[in-house]
């Protein structure tokens, strides 16, 4: 467990123990402001990751709502727990049984909503004065994996690319550490995207079909343990390059249940 304070923010994390290699060191959760105080994903239902949250909270003077950023258990499954500590305490997210459904530029509490799929057709990130809190749409360090859907990847640039427009000075992801030049790690996000297009597209151009093939030359930097999700983030480049007219014919597309 360790806790997280964001120096010039009135916000501070607490990251659960549960590290992977999806996770990195563990899930962070945030929470904002006092009197009260809010939530941004409880993270996991782990016992001691809770009770660090539930204290935190009270040192804060209660709880007043719950935000998630999208509805994967590494991110949510502490919310009934929680709300079982607060009774009452609303949940706000983008889609499942919330009692606040938000949207692009939805307020919650302190929270401002700011629409950006990709990773998850429902994900959101939420400023709070100059912090952004980005789930896994940024990471503190590595890239995410894009769920292929209609206009995921697409939407997910775009989205990027409006975090960038924003006066950040901090961005709180939902793993890694803290990212302390927001303008720096958005250019690398949307760069590292486009770079992973440009190499997809120069594989196709050399006869690349099959999605082993196309892995093995534009995601050979991708460990084993991550092959799985590089192979979901090529559908949605594939799926991007056909909604363009980019797509060669004959392309093999990853199996990925939309």
């Known amino acids: 467990m360790r ?5 010039g923010h009135d916000l501070v994390g607490i990251r659960a123990d549960n590290p ?7 899930t962070n ?3 904002v402001g006092r009197t009260p105080a809010w939530v941004v994903d409880p993270g996991p239902a782990r016992s001691e990751h809770v009770e660090a949250l539930v204290s935190e909270i009270d040192q804060r003077g209660g709880l007043g709502g719950i935000a998630l950023t999208h509805d994967h258990v590494d991110h949510s499954e502490a919310v009934p727990v929680l709300q079982s500590r607060f009774p009452g ?16 530029s939805s307020v919650f509490g ?6 950006t799929p990709g990773h ?6 939420f400023i709070t004065g100059t912090a952004a809190l980005t789930g896994d749409a940024v990471l503190g360090e590595g890239s995410v994996f894009i769920w292929p859907g209609p206009g995921a990847l697409a939407s997910y640039l775009a989205a990027l690319t409006e975090l960038r427009a924003r006066e950040l000075t901090v961005i709180c992801p939902g793993h890694g550490p803290l990212v302390r030049d927001p303008a720096a790690k958005l250019d690398e996000y949307i760069a590292h995207r486009l770079e992973r297009e ?5 594989a196709l151009d050399a006869g690349r079909r099959g999605v082993d093939e196309i892995l093995e030359e534009v995601w050979s930097d991708a ?21 363009e007219g980019r797509l060669p014919d004959g392309v093999e597309r990853p199996p990925v249940a939309l």
């Open 120 to 125: 998850a057709p429902d994900h959101l990130a």
């Open 29 to 31: 959760s945030w929470i």
């Open 3 to 7: 806790r997280l304070p964001v120096p």
């Open 89 to 104: 305490t609303p949940l706000a997210a983008a889609r499942s049984e919330v009692d606040v459904r938000l949207e692009e």
């Open 110 to 115: 302190p929270l401002e909503a700011v629409s």
């Open 223 to 243: 460990p084993a343990a991550l092959r799985p999700a590089a192979a979901v983030t090529l559908a949605a480049h594939l799926d991007k390059l056909a909604d």
């Open 20 to 26: 992977g290699p999806f996770t990195l060191a563990g």
């Open 198 to 202: 440009r190499r997809l597209i120069a």
